[in-house]
């Protein structure tokens, strides 16, 4: 069974997060007329995914986009990211967060999905000084009803954002907002966590060079994040919004010394950063691929890769989102977690790396703390809990990894799931859909046919039915390693 998301203290502090940031919103007028905020929401929907004419557009400086994101986007992006840190916890790769970097904050709801996690302090990015003031408003009510979480704003627009403009945030230069303690020193760097949710994406977003300018004002920034502290990357889920976050994850994980690859142009900056700080350049993905490989989606013609998690969503959201005609009965969300390592990555895989699985030759590097349970079992077959008692342990194919797809029923009656797997690439598992023979039977026993996105796997005794593609046999086993979450 999938593990719920939050639990009923978690659940209730979100609700205080969202509960003060919907009043915000309501402040802001239309009292009552809630068709006319739908309205105001429609228009700036097909702003940011339609014709995308109000991305970068400054949209949060009017009041009525302005409501509209906090009372329908807010919601939304902060539950996607409370979603995205809890996948991160269950995996065990979410590190202690106490300080916050926020990239194109808006009014914040990635830094206050943070502090469920134990975030206390951070510091916003965003060209909207309205968006920061609105942030600064919710955390000072939230400071009054208990929460310790504090804020410091900076009015600036990202494409102009530099490691050095955070060096020079001293409590002599910027005032901290009004959610921030009275007495304390201004948060400088290194941070536990820099964000950025649903922002890179507007970044150069017309020009031909847009994926290279973010890597390299990421890759500039990243002295200013704390060795073992994580770097996240937060899109929507459409394609013009996840594969291109593919390819920045690519280019950074390249860029950063995570695998070997073609020649690219960095910039003076971001090369100067790393010249000077070489443990800067080590970044390794821990979410939510299963490797630090190149995308595999990127080799079969650039296709989105997503996560989803079933949401109730609060009674507001579904009525705004039902008159604007938007679908909302779920949250989807492309991203990727980087965590900043002093070594190279092939040095951490050649420490950690252990025996053949299930003797087939896949070698498992696995990231955080798995690290140290792969080292010490590497060489033992999947738990005797993963197979019925009794049965010898399995032989044959292996794989393990991410699915990254919905069951598919193919021709020949078969459910079928995509694989991203740990060496990274794509294999596809399946097994007969209604078939009276035992495999039907094992592969219900062992759970198939609740897999779903998102879901960690390790299967090995498999049956080779073509390259890549692989099924269930009585023979098998399968370990679910991690259910996604859900609300």
């Not at 899109?235 to 291109?244: D, F, K, N």
């Not at 630090?292 to 969503?313: H, L, N, Q, V």
Request: aromatic share 8%.
């Amino acid at each position: 069974m999938a593990k719920r998301l939050f639990d009923a203290a978690m659940a209730r502090h979100a609700a205080e997060w969202y509960g003060i940031s919907k009043a915000e919103g309501l402040a802001l007028g239309n009292k009552g007329q809630v068709q006319k905020i739908a309205e105001n929401l429609r228009a700036l929907q097909r702003g940011l995914t339609g014709d995308r004419a109000r991305v970068a557009s400054g949209y949060m400086d009017e009041k009525s986009a302005l409501q509209a994101y906090l009372l329908y986007y807010w919601p939304v992006s902060f539950y996607e990211t409370a979603a995205v840190l809890a996948e991160l916890a269950e995996r065990r790769t979410l590190p202690n967060i106490q300080t916050v970097l926020d990239l194109g904050s808006g009014p914040g709801p990635g830094s206050f999905a943070a502090s469920l996690f134990g975030a206390e302090r951070a510091v916003l990015v965003d060209a909207s000084q309205a968006a920061l003031d609105v942030a600064s408003k919710i955390a000072e009510k939230g400071r009054q009803g208990g929460s310790s979480m504090e804020l410091s704003a900076l009015a600036k627009d990202l494409q102009d954002f530099s490691v050095g403009i955070l060096s020079r945030f001293s409590s002599s230069s910027i005032e901290p907002s009004a959610g921030f303690s009275a007495g304390r020193a201004l948060l400088e760097p290194p941070f536990d966590l820099i964000i950025a949710s649903h922002s890179i994406n507007e970044l150069w977003h017309d020009e031909p060079e847009r994926i290279e300018r973010r890597r390299n004002m990421l890759l500039s920034l990243l002295p200013a994040l704390r060795e073992g502290g994580l770097l996240l990357i937060i899109e929507p889920s459409a394609h013009y919004t996840s594969i291109p976050l593919l390819a920045l994850r690519d280019s950074l994980l390249e860029a950063a010394g995570s695998f070997t690859g073609g020649n690219f142009a960095v910039s003076d900056e971001a090369r100067a950063t790393l010249a000077a700080d070489p443990a800067a350049a080590h970044l390794f993905c821990v979410g939510p691929c299963p490797h630090s490989d190149p995308c595999p989606m990127r080799a079969i013609g650039d296709r989105p890769c997503f996560s989803e998690w079933k949401w109730d969503a609060p009674t507001l959201v579904r009525k705004l989102a039902e008159m604007a005609g938007l679908d909302r009965t779920s949250l989807k969300a492309s991203w990727v977690a980087f965590q900043k390592t002093g070594e190279k990555l092939g040095a951490v895989f050649a420490r950690n790396m252990g025996a053949d699985f299930g003797g087939q030759g896949i070698v498992f590097a696995r990231q955080g703390a798995d690290f140290a349970e792969h080292a010490a079992n590497s060489a033992a077959p999947p738990p005797a809990a993963a197979r019925p008692s009794g049965l010898p342990p399995a032989a044959g194919p292996a794989i393990s990894g991410r699915i990254v797809s919905e069951p598919m029923l193919n021709k020949a009656g078969r459910i079928r799931y995509i694989v991203c797997t740990e060496n990274g690439q794509l294999s596809t598992i399946s097994a007969p859909q209604n078939d009276p023979t035992a495999i039907h039977a094992q592969a219900s026993t062992l759970g198939f046919f609740n897999l779903a996105r998102g879901d960690l796997i390790e299967a090995s005794g498999l049956e080779e039915r073509g390259r890549s593609h692989f099924g269930i046999i009585p023979a098998s086993s399968l370990r679910i390693k991690m259910k996604a979450p859900r609300f």
